[in-house]
Nanobody, 126 residues
Framework: QVQLVESGGGLVPAGGSLRLSCLVSGLTFSKGTMGWFRQAPGKEREFVAASRWNHGYSEHYADSVKGRLTISRDNAKNTIYLQMNSLEPDDTADYYC??????????????????WGQGTQVIVSS
């Protein structure tokens, strides 16, 4: 059984930092595609970042978070991270990690991921 469990959300002032974690079990963690998505109140879920394996790792980011958020993996701990710096009130959302055992071509489309965590809330105060 595949499980993804996020942690690390919370309340932070604008300009602050948080690091989200997602512990993955039941999946060959070192391969495939891992992603972070977010959903703000009243809005659709949107892509944030992804890490894909294909003879090496590649990282991809939404334009709105480039230079501020960083996705990384620790294969020894079966965990992916989202380091969030210079946070803005518009970053306020529920953040979800997602996983798929394959190389996902359209990594920005949530429909292409088979497994999801339960989400962790991030609130950035102005």
């Amino acid at each position: 059984q595949v499980q993804l469990v996020e942690s690390g959300g919370g309340l932070v002032p604008a300009g602050g930092s948080l690091r989200l974690s997602c512990l993955v079990s039941g999946l060959t963690f070192s391969k495939g595609t891992m992603g972070w998505f977010r959903q703000a109140p009243g809005k659709e879920r949107e892509f944030v970042a992804a890490s894909r394996w294909n003879h090496g790792y590649s990282e991809h980011y939404a334009d709105s978070v480039k230079g501020r958020l960083t996705i990384s993996r620790d294969n020894a701990k079966n965990t992916i991270y989202l380091q969030m710096n210079s946070l803005e009130p518009d970053d306020t959302a529920d953040y979800y990690c997602a996983a798929d055992p394959s190389y996902v071509v359209n990594y920005f489309d949530s429909k292409n991921y088979d497994y999801w965590g339960q989400g962790t809330q991030v609130i950035v105060s102005s």
